[in-house]
């Protein structure tokens, strides 16, 4: 940022004094971001690290350095190794099932169809409902005895058991899936919806002049103009989902058996269940690796959006 | 122009000094109090009478009383702890004293405790004074007391089924029992049986262990979860699964009471604090204390609070009174929602607040502790896991065998 402002200064005006000034005005705005950046960001994560070297526990307030142990530990751990499982099969599930709800409806709403702008409104509402909130509703609605699924899938005769949703290993995950799905797909569809309006309109109609179907439309036309968004949205609601604590802590808590844990329940277990802050923070260095691979894809992806438009 | 705001300069940087001569010459302390709330009993309002009338005795020490939810209490503390930013005073959990006195968090009292008046080993029940005792110094005073569990029963469901309540004390007759007031397409269940790992099905499930005469641990620390007592009492436990509400391992005892207040299952455990929920509610309910096999006496898993001093306070002579005042006798019962574990102002309070007191007392002096160690956590844990297993279909041979490998582990 500093370097682009002083090339520009340079260009402008040719004296060194004024160079300067600009360089110095430049450093003091992008001071106080960058003070709070690496406070509040940097500065934790690399403490985080440092605490993952110590063998430190609310019962050992004391220190003591481990080095690389814990996490060579780690590796050899099954326990580990389930939540990598749980969080990828989450993560991908998730957010597959969000992008796909997101731009399916999206085209619906983009129609011009009759009551378009109350439907818009509606469809955000489990986005706009608080993550706890939207939980708790759901834990509510797998109540095996109390819960609204249960009652409607008898009432319709689909069943007579009463399934116990997030009690059975196998089905709990896919049962807090269907949940964050649900939470989190209008996000997407804001995002689809506006990257459609962007769509060339001439383009879909010589499209449909040349002979080409509906669906013909959407895979040669429709998606290779939203292909840009679409890698944005889908890695974003990667690291979104990957992150996403509430909806899991609140239904299941990570069980049962350890089924449903991804890594942020498993860091606040570690951190506040057990008082093993090392073991938390060993897990959060490991999560902050992970999520740094999309993170740079994200940053990859946005500079390529900014050329391809810039061009 | 400058000359002013020179002196307002002055004025500004005065005012902090000026602020603190007033301070000094009030020597008011405010100590601050955390403590949690189980119950609906309304528990706030009366320890905000209390603290009224301590602070009106003691006129230079203000109590800035903070109620915590109990589902957020033990993450709160730590991470107050942690921050450098802990309270004067606090209630822990009995079986958190060992790992708080171990992490240097809270004080020994021992010095305290010698010259006061009112705080002494023999006013307290046994099992609560034991609990804060660790490395043989004392790190908490007993506040309050409990025991798993007491089965309480719905006396309709009980009545149209025929069964007798009493029956319910032994295993074969809380079994039988069982199985005559479950009807699955009634959305009708015998027993509450949860499993949802935490605390609360540890208890239970160490309460049916300690009634066969078992124990978590052996004397000399070593896990005894694997010795004969304990697996018949786990095996047991397996047996009620079929008349039990769908859903067992994410099933938490808050859930079963919703079903229990509305009629869909007819025995449910808790400690004695769940009457005044009960109290509060339209259901006819009774209840009896815990499950042993027949020609044993049931057992209890105890449980209570326990108030300490934080090492960070800068006001531990001050905490020390608050202390004394809410563990003597006239004050014990007027500011907790389990029992006051001042013994005599247990017995009034129970008579006052309980049915059954007689009953209660009976159960609560039966009761064992769980394993006290500051490892105390890592070991819950593990059993956690291990109830699961057990319940989602493991061999408990095999489930016991994996726990007390981990728990031998633990050292």
């Given at each position: 940022?500093?370097?682009q402002?002083?090339?520009?200064?340079?260009?402008?005006?040719?004296?060194?004094?004024?160079?300067?000034?600009g360089?110095?005005?430049?450093?003091?705005?992008?001071?106080?971001?960058?003070?709070?950046?690496?406070?509040?960001m940097?500065y934790?994560?690399?403490?985080?690290?440092?605490?993952?070297?110590f063998?430190?526990?609310?019962?050992?307030?004391?220190?003591?350095?481990i080095?690389?142990?814990?996490?060579?530990?780690?590796?050899?751990?099954?326990?580990?190794w389930?939540?990598v499982?749980?969080?990828?099969?989450?993560?991908i599930?998730?957010?597959?099932?969000?992008?796909v709800f997101?731009?399916?409806?999206?085209l619906?709403?983009?129609?011009?169809?009759?009551?378009?702008?109350?439907?818009?409104?509606?469809?955000?509402?489990?986005?706009?409902l608080?993550?706890?909130?939207?939980?708790?509703?759901?834990?509510f609605?797998y109540d095996?005895q109390?819960g609204?699924?249960?009652?409607?899938?008898?009432?319709?005769?689909?069943?007579t058991?009463?399934?116990?949703w997030?009690?059975?290993?196998?089905?709990?995950?896919?049962?807090?899936?269907?949940?964050?799905?649900?939470?989190?797909?209008?996000?997407?569809t804001v995002?689809?919806?506006?990257?459609?309006?962007?769509?060339?309109?001439?383009?879909?109609?010589a499209?449909?002049?040349?002979?080409a179907?509906?669906?013909?439309?959407f895979?040669?036309?429709?998606?290779p103009?939203?292909?840009?968004?679409?890698?944005?949205?889908?890695?974003?609601t990667t690291?979104?989902t990957?992150?996403?604590?509430?909806?899991?802590?609140?239904t299941t808590?990570?069980?049962p058996?350890?089924?449903?844990?991804?890594?942020?329940t498993i860091?606040?277990?570690?951190?506040?269940?057990?008082?093993?802050?090392?073991?938390?923070?060993?897990?959060g260095?490991?999560?902050?690796?992970?999520?740094?691979?999309f993170?740079?894809l994200?940053?990859?992806?946005?500079?390529?959006s900014?050329?391809?438009?810039?061009? | 122009?400058?000359?002013?705001?020179?002196?307002?300069l002055i004025?500004?940087?005065?005012?902090?000094v000026?602020g603190?001569?007033?301070?000094?010459?009030?020597?008011?302390?405010?100590?601050?109090f955390w403590?949690?709330?189980?119950t609906?009993?309304?528990?706030?309002?009366?320890?905000?009478?209390?603290v009224?009338?301590?602070?009106?005795?003691y006129?230079?020490?203000?109590?800035?009383?903070?109620?915590v939810p109990?589902?957020?209490y033990?993450?709160?503390l730590?991470l107050?702890?942690?921050?450098?930013?802990?309270p004067?005073?606090?209630?822990?959990?009995?079986?958190?004293?060992?790992?708080?006195?171990?992490?240097?968090?809270?004080?020994?009292?021992?010095?305290?405790i010698a010259?006061?008046?009112?705080?002494?080993?023999?006013?307290?029940?046994?099992?609560?004074?034991?609990?804060?005792?660790?490395?043989?110094?004392?790190?908490?005073i007993?506040?309050?007391?409990d025991?798993?569990?007491?089965?309480f029963?719905?006396?309709?469901?009980?009545?149209?089924?025929?069964?007798?309540?009493e029956s319910?004390?032994?295993?074969d007759?809380?079994?039988?029992?069982?199985?005559?007031?479950?009807?699955?397409?009634?959305g009708?269940?015998?027993?509450?049986?949860?499993g949802?790992?935490?605390e609360?099905?540890?208890?239970?499930?160490?309460?049916?262990?300690?009634?066969?005469?078992?124990?978590?641990?052996?004397?000399?620390?070593?896990?005894?979860l694997d010795?004969?007592?304990?697996?018949?009492?786990?095996?047991y436990?397996?047996?009620?699964?079929?008349?039990?509400?769908?859903?067992?391992?994410?099933?938490?005892?808050?859930?079963?009471?919703?079903?229990?207040?509305?009629?869909?299952?007819?025995?449910?455990?808790?400690?004695?604090?769940e009457?005044?929920t009960?109290?509060s509610?339209?259901?006819?309910?009774?209840?009896?204390?815990?499950?042993?096999p027949?020609g044993?006496?049931p057992?209890g898993?105890?449980?209570?609070?326990?108030?300490?001093?934080?090492?960070?306070?800068?006001?531990?002579?001050?905490?020390?009174?608050?202390?004394?005042?809410l563990?003597s006798?006239?004050?014990?019962g007027?500011?907790?929602d389990?029992?006051p574990?001042?013994?005599?102002?247990?017995?009034?309070?129970?008579?006052?607040?309980?049915?059954?007191?007689?009953?209660i007392?009976?159960?609560?002096?039966?009761?064992?502790?769980?394993?006290?160690?500051?490892?105390?956590?890592e070991?819950?844990?593990?059993?956690?896991?291990?109830?699961?297993?057990?319940?989602?279909?493991?061999?408990?041979?095999?489930?016991?065998?994996?726990?007390?490998s981990?728990?031998?582990?633990?050292?």
């Amino acid at each position: 940022m500093a370097a682009q402002i002083r090339v520009h200064t340079a260009k402008r005006s040719s004296p060194q004094r004024k160079e300067t000034h600009g360089l110095g005005l430049a450093i003091l705005f992008v001071l106080p971001a960058a003070v709070l950046v690496l406070t509040l960001m940097y500065y934790p994560m690399i403490r985080t690290f440092y605490e993952s070297l110590f063998s430190t526990s609310f019962l050992n307030p004391t220190p003591e350095y481990i080095g690389l142990q814990r996490y060579s530990d780690m590796l050899h751990d099954s326990d580990f190794w389930q939540i990598v499982q749980n969080s990828l099969v989450w993560t991908i599930s998730v957010v597959l099932f969000q992008n796909v709800f997101g731009v399916l409806t999206a085209l619906l709403l983009n129609q011009n169809l009759p009551g378009k702008s109350l439907m818009r409104g509606i469809v955000l509402l489990p986005w706009v409902l608080p993550g706890i909130v939207a939980a708790l509703l759901w834990r509510f609605m797998y109540d095996p005895q109390l819960g609204l699924i249960n009652s409607i899938l008898i009432s319709l005769g689909v069943t007579t058991q009463k399934t116990a949703w997030l009690a059975e290993p196998g089905m709990a995950m896919v049962a807090v899936i269907v949940a964050a799905v649900w939470k989190g797909f209008p996000f997407s569809t804001v995002i689809y919806l506006a990257a459609l309006q962007g769509v060339d309109q001439q383009q879909i109609e010589a499209a449909q002049i040349d002979g080409a179907n509906a669906v013909q439309r959407f895979f040669r036309v429709v998606i290779p103009s939203i292909s840009g968004i679409i890698r944005l949205n889908l890695l974003l609601t990667t690291v979104f989902t990957f992150n996403y604590f509430d909806m899991i802590w609140v239904t299941t808590r990570g069980g049962p058996l350890d089924s449903t844990h991804i890594f942020p329940t498993i860091i606040y277990e570690y951190g506040f269940g057990k008082f093993k802050f090392g073991d938390a923070a060993a897990y959060g260095v490991v999560a902050v690796l992970i999520l740094s691979v999309f993170a740079l894809l994200y940053l990859y992806e946005l500079r390529e959006s900014i050329r391809g438009r810039a061009s | 122009m400058k000359r002013i705001g020179l002196m307002l300069l002055i004025v500004i940087l005065a005012i902090p000094v000026l602020g603190n001569v007033g301070a000094q010459g009030d020597d008011v302390v405010t100590l601050t109090f955390w403590d949690n709330q189980q119950t609906e009993s309304g528990l706030s309002a009366y320890q905000q009478a209390a603290v009224d009338e301590f602070e009106a005795a003691y006129p230079n020490i203000k109590i800035d009383v903070v109620t915590v939810p109990y589902t957020e209490y033990q993450d709160r503390l730590i991470l107050a702890v942690q921050g450098g930013n802990a309270p004067d005073i606090s209630t822990v959990d009995q079986i958190w004293n060992p790992a708080f006195a171990v992490a240097g968090a809270v004080m020994p009292l021992d010095d305290y405790i010698a010259n006061s008046e009112t705080v002494a080993e023999d006013a307290f029940f046994p099992g609560a004074w034991q609990s804060a005792m660790w490395d043989n110094q004392v790190w908490g005073i007993p506040f309050n007391v409990d025991v798993w569990q007491f089965s309480f029963y719905n006396k309709a469901l009980f009545e149209a089924a025929g069964v007798d309540p009493e029956s319910i004390t032994t295993w074969d007759g809380l079994k039988a029992a069982a199985e005559a007031l479950t009807d699955p397409d009634a959305g009708q269940y015998g027993v509450g049986l949860f499993g949802f790992p935490n605390e609360s099905i540890v208890v239970v499930v160490d309460s049916f262990i300690f009634s066969n005469g078992g124990a978590v641990l052996h004397e000399d620390g070593s896990c005894a979860l694997d010795e004969p007592e304990s697996v018949e009492a786990l095996n047991y436990l397996v047996s009620l699964i079929p008349y039990a509400p769908e859903g067992l391992l994410n099933t938490k005892n808050e859930d079963i009471r919703q079903l229990f207040l509305n009629g869909s299952v007819g025995i449910e455990w808790w400690p004695a604090l769940e009457q005044p929920t009960l109290q509060s509610s339209e259901l006819d309910w009774g209840f009896v204390a815990g499950t042993a096999p027949e020609g044993k006496t049931p057992v209890g898993t105890y449980g209570g609070w326990n108030l300490v001093i934080y090492d960070q306070s800068q006001h531990k002579e001050e905490a020390w009174k608050f202390i004394e005042f809410l563990t003597s006798k006239d004050v014990n019962g007027k500011v907790v929602d389990l029992i006051p574990a001042n013994i005599e102002a247990a017995q009034s309070f129970l008579a006052e607040n309980r049915e059954g007191a007689d009953m209660i007392l009976e159960h609560l002096n039966n009761a064992q502790p769980r394993p006290l160690s500051p490892n105390y956590l890592e070991l819950s844990d593990i059993e956690q896991q291990m109830i699961q297993s057990i319940f989602s279909g493991a061999a408990v041979e095999d489930a016991v065998a994996d726990a007390c490998s981990q728990i031998n582990d633990l050292g």
